[in-house]
């Protein structure tokens, strides 16, 4: 039966491997070899063709020594930590309390996912508003509802940017993790937090000891898609401060670096491209390898 | 009787805490709301007061500017082909994948599945370069791109759902004399219904609202911009340089609603997909 | 295998084709890109094959996309040639467009870049043609009549053919003025404005912000000459809330054309200035000083109060200080010609009676550092620069450069070329004669009337290194001073020193 299949296989994986090829693949091997090169969008820095150009390892010292790309790198990896952290926190949190619900669950659910829907740039504009009216001039201003500083000019700041974007992100992907950690918890056999409770532990302890390990599946789930996600976020990006008081993230570093000089300097995005490349894939599979990990021990 | 009590006050507890991040959750969405009904100079000197009046003109006005219903035309033919394309190819091919079992089939999943570490920015450039040299940086050529970008993730999940899927009732279509395809489209693919739900909505909601690759494909040609592109070249042009909110909020009203009255919808479904999607991984 | 495969690319085929269908004829209707003289190509997305023109024009002014497109049809009609125009639309960024119409088989024959830092990319892309190797006679003598400051360069060689002028200062309302001042006195007191001191300006703006704030009438002096204020406010002065109207979060004002000012005190031009050595920095930081200074005065006595307010992109962008200005809540607006349109929009009756007046800074002769560049002159000039430059790409064939040449020679020198310069793109010519021309709308004839008296100044700052001005001094400037409500003595110099030592990092200069 397998030599069946063997004998189609070809035929019927090859649009895939077309598409998979000349979308990814080939573009990716370029990419990596356009990053040793003087490229420069419409030409090469000192020949006709790419191999006339080549320049080794000059573009991925430029890029960190650049401290617009070291500043860029740093600030998405704080971004990330805090983002990973309060989404999680947030959406564990809701879920938690939604499971324990008799009515009305699927209705928050609805709500809660609604922003998911919507897409970043128009999500930033709107955010864009809430932070330099709503939140500088009703809200926390100095004769405003209640005066919290913190809260006033979010955008305008390198750290309450940070937080500014930490919220939008939240408030935009909070809904969809919790839908991933309730099904996760419905799938908690019910007899097991009863027994515990007969055994007399109490709901930390129950926590702790029987629903955490049983969430393991969906925590590796969630931090891989919150860490990627949170890893390439742009659109929030440019439409809340357009990187602005030092608060470009590396997605936006790499496609602004062809305006940042002139000529556009496509060789060293193409370099800072292939850093973060590598920078995702490692975090990723450290994460995906430590969370099933757990998974496997429990 | 205590203990159920305390039930009862821990559910409304619950209720009420849920209830106020609900409201913090709409309250962004309410606001754009009542300003699409508002003056520039309205939104910005009270802009949580309801409207002084409910006219249209704004919505109006943002509406043509954006070409709304040429560009929500042109989004979803755009959507809708890819979704299709990535539906049959990646259904196909992982299918096909699990059930020769070779090495090769192996070897070609693992790539797919490792593809999903590949940030766009790292093929950004060299793929618009390449796609200029074959003429496709147009429409046609932005629905090839997402069927290469969202393969990863859907042969994925079709590898990991088809799995499960038992191979006996495909057996007996082969003795019946059925072609492959008579095969797979009759007997596999009405069995993959759950995940190709999962597959279309999970690709619809980033394929609709995606930004970039539309941006770099189209960029500013006149009448083929996507509803995302209208809105970020609209903001643009009006306010060469500032925040036209008159525009920005009834242009961002009109692009959600075809999204939000299509969630109000299928909203089990699309959960669901999302769901199995994420969970399957 | 042989049927699975046609199927397959049946599909494919069948998928493509619809998204052709569906897509590409709803756009062709509305699109800017169009072949004019023989019948229209039908697909929208991108001009199609070869050959369906003789001339490519990459027009980057969205504002003129119409006009072009016009002068582009009757210059073919003249021809007997076909003429295609790709104008993009206004406020968008063309370099990405440009490059990918430059990697593509038909490469537009007449492309646009703004100054010396952008032209970079297409002489050492080997895409800009040097004007000594024109074959036309008659573009020959059109480039050779240029002036000298108007010419785009590398520094060896020329490239350039200006799209037009535009000039900038502190944009007034003499309506406002009459207001302040009386009516009588307008004329006296535009031109006192003109020849007055930085001193006497400065004290002219405390005198008024006093006025506007708390209502106490004052005189102010300018060249010698006194002007009191009306006594009670009436008219337009009822509504002021500050002098100055100012764009807090718009880098560029700051970041390009104010401190523009004090770059003209340095470099002659822009080619100057691209040249510039440490040493001529350091010897600028006088000038840069006066910079700092000035835009005290200016962002202190603004309608919004300098702080974090000041750049909050939704209440002090472009639009909100344009609107403030338009609706009398300040006096001056430090902007250019091009906020013609936009004032115009936010209140009609104001626009015929719009004047520019320089822009002043506290310069000593010492800190000039050009030479027969006075004091005086810099007090009474506003600065008239390019924005936007037409260069012919040497990639195309000759036929086609011959073609680019002569219509560059038919736009800037024939009637029927300068009635769409004028009339319909509303462009005050680069090679206007002062004394015939009328730019047709307050703003533009000010900036000729400038013109006509020799007092202009150059667009110095464009020679700087690239992405300096706005992304990098520009946001230091908003990051750290825009949004800071007390300014001292020690900032000016900070402000000095940073532009010195930024410049000379990003030119590599040590």
């Known amino acids: 039966m397998d030599r069946y299949y063997r004998k189609k296989f070809l035929p019927l994986a090859l649009p895939a491997l077309i598409l998979f090829f000349l979308v990814i693949i080939i573009p990716f091997v370029v990419g990596v070899i356009y990053s040793f090169t003087g490229w420069r969008g419409t030409y090469f820095a000192g020949g006709e063709h790419f191999w006339e150009a080549f320049v080794g390892f000059d573009n991925y010292i430029k890029a960190f020594k650049s401290k617009k790309f070291i500043d860029a790198f740093i600030y998405t990896l704080k971004f990330t930590l805090v983002a990973v952290i309060v989404i999680n926190i947030v959406s564990l949190g809701m879920s938690l309390i939604a499971t324990k619900l008799r009515h009305a669950a699927s209705i928050y659910r609805t709500i809660y996912f609604l922003p998911n829907l919507l897409g970043g740039l128009a999500l930033g504009y709107i955010w864009q508003f809430v932070y330099e009216i709503i939140f500088s001039k009703i809200l926390f201003a100095k004769d405003g509802l209640i005066s919290i500083p913190a809260l006033v000019n979010m955008t305008q700041d390198n750290t309450k940017a940070l937080f500014a974007l930490v919220i939008l992100f939240t408030w935009q992907m909070a809904g969809y993790m919790m839908i991933i950690y309730t099904t996760g918890l419905n799938n908690i056999p019910k007899d097991l937090p009863e027994a515990a409770s007969i055994d007399g532990a109490n709901a930390w302890q129950e926590f702790r000891h029987i629903t955490v390990p049983m969430l393991m599946p969906s925590f590796t789930i969630v931090f891989f898609l919150t860490l990627s996600k949170c890893f390439m976020l742009l659109d929030q990006n440019v439409a809340l401060t357009d990187g602005n008081f030092g608060t470009r993230m590396l997605a936006m570093q790499i496609l602004r670096t062809t305006r940042d000089g002139s000529p556009p300097d496509y060789g060293l995005a193409q370099a800072q491209a292939v850093i973060f490349f590598v920078l995702i894939a490692v975090v990723s599979l450290i994460q995906v390898s430590i969370t099933s990990k757990q998974e496997v021990e429990m | ?281 | 295998m042989k049927k699975t495969k046609r199927i397959l690319s049946l599909l494919l085929v069948a998928v493509m084709v619809f998204a052709l269908a569906s897509c590409g004829s709803k756009g062709s209707d509305n699109s800017k890109t169009s072949s004019t003289g023989s019948e229209a190509s039908g697909a929208a997305e991108k001009p199609t094959a070869t050959g369906d023109y003789d001339l490519y024009i990459f027009n980057t002014k969205g504002e003129n996309a119409d006009a072009m497109e016009a002068a582009g049809k009757a210059f073919g009609e003249e021809k007997g040639v076909t003429v295609k125009v790709f104008s993009l639309g206004s406020g968008t960024n063309s370099d990405d467009t440009l490059r990918t119409e430059m990697n593509s088989k038909n490469k537009p024959a007449i492309f646009s870049t703004m100054n010396s830092q952008a032209l970079v990319e297409w002489v050492e892309g080997g895409f800009a043609m040097d004007h000594a190797k024109a074959t036309n006679e008659e573009f020959k003598k059109l480039v050779s009549e240029i002036p000298e400051g108007f010419n785009l360069t590398d520094g060896t060689a020329n490239y350039g053919v200006p799209y037009n002028v535009e000039g900038y200062g502190y944009i007034a309302d003499t309506q406002m003025l009459s207001d302040l001042f009386g009516a009588d006195k307008l004329d006296s007191f535009l031109a006192a404005f003109k020849t007055a001191t930085y001193e006497e300006f400065e004290a002219m703006v405390h005198t008024l912000e006093a006025y506007i704030k708390e209502g106490t009438a004052g005189t102010v002096t300018l060249s010698g000459t006194d002007f009191a204020t009306a006594a009670e406010k009436t008219g337009k002065a009822t509504s002021l809330e500050g002098v100055f109207s100012v764009a807090g979060s718009e880098k560029w004002t700051y970041g390009d054309h104010f401190v523009n000012i004090a770059v003209d005190a340095v470099f002659a031009n822009s080619k100057a200035a691209s040249q510039a050595t440490l040493a001529d920095l350091e010897a600028g930081k006088g000038a840069f000083k006066a910079y700092a200074k000035a835009l005290d005065l200016k962002t202190a006595n603004a309608t919004t109060e300098r702080g974090p307010e000041l750049i909050n992109a939704t209440t002090n962008g472009y639009d909100p200080s344009v609107a403030n200005f338009a609706n009398s809540k300040a006096i001056f607006l430090k902007q250019g010609n091009w906020a013609y349109e936009n004032i115009k929009k936010a209140n009609a009756e104001i626009a015929d009676n719009l004047t520019f007046l320089p822009v002043k800074m506290p310069f000593t002769q010492d800190d000039i550092k050009v030479e027969g560049l006075t004091v005086d002159h810099m007090l009474e000039s506003i600065p008239v620069f390019v924005p936007n430059y037409y260069v012919i790409n040497d990639k195309v064939s000759d036929e086609e450069k011959e073609l680019a040449q002569e219509f560059l020679v038919w736009l800037n020198t024939s009637e029927a070329g300068q009635k769409f310069v004028v009339e319909d793109m509303a462009f005050i010519p680069y090679n206007a004669d002062p004394a015939t021309t009328s730019a047709g709308y307050s703003l533009g004839d000010s900036i000729i009337s400038y013109i006509a008296d020799g007092k202009t100044l150059t667009n110095a700052y464009a020679g700087a290194p690239a992405g300096w001005s706005t992304d990098t001094f520009g946001q230091y400037m908003m990051e750290n001073y825009v949004n800071k409500t007390e300014w001292t003595d020690a900032d000016y110099d900070t402000i000095a020193d940073y532009i010195i030592s930024s410049w000379a990092e990003m030119a590599n200069l040590s």
């Open chain 2, 1 to 281: 009787m205590t203990l159920g009590k305390q039930k009862k006050v821990g559910q409304i507890f619950s209720h009420i805490l849920l209830a106020v991040i609900a409201l913090s959750t709409l309250a962004p969405l309410v606001l754009l709301v009542i300003n699409s009904f508002k003056s520039n100079s309205e939104i910005v000197d009270s802009p949580v007061a309801l409207p002084t009046e409910w006219s249209l003109k704004y919505i109006i006005s943002a509406t043509e500017q954006i070409n709304f219903f040429k560009s929500i035309w042109i989004t979803f033919a755009i959507t809708f082909i890819s979704v299709l394309l990535l539906v049959m190819v990646s259904s196909l091919s992982a299918w096909v994948m699990v059930r020769s079992k070779s090495k090769l089939a192996v070897f070609m999943y693992l790539g797919f599945t490792a593809a999903m570490l590949i940030p766009f920015q790292s093929v950004m450039y060299p793929l618009l370069d390449i796609f200029e040299k074959l003429g496709l940086k147009n429409i046609p050529g932005l629905i090839i791109m997402y069927g290469g970008f969202g393969l990863s993730m859907s042969v994925f999940l079709y590898h990991g759902f088809i799995k499960s899927v038992p191979q006996s009732l495909e057996e007996a279509a082969i003795i019946d004399g059925a072609n492959i395809f008579q095969m797979f489209f009759k007997v596999v693919f009405p069995l993959l219904k759950s995940i190709t739900v999962t597959v279309v909505v999970i690709n619809s909601m980033w394929i609709w609202n995606d930004y970039l690759l539309p941006f770099l494909v189209i960029g500013n040609r006149e009448g083929v911009k996507t509803l995302t592109l209208e809105l970020y070249f609209a903001k643009l042009t009006s306010g060469q340089y500032g925040n036209p909110w008159e525009l920005i909020f009834p242009a961002v009203f009109v692009t959600i609603i075809p999204i939000v009255i299509l969630y109000i919808f299928l909203q089990k479904y699309i959960v669901a997909g999302v769901v199995d999607g994420a969970v399957k991984q």
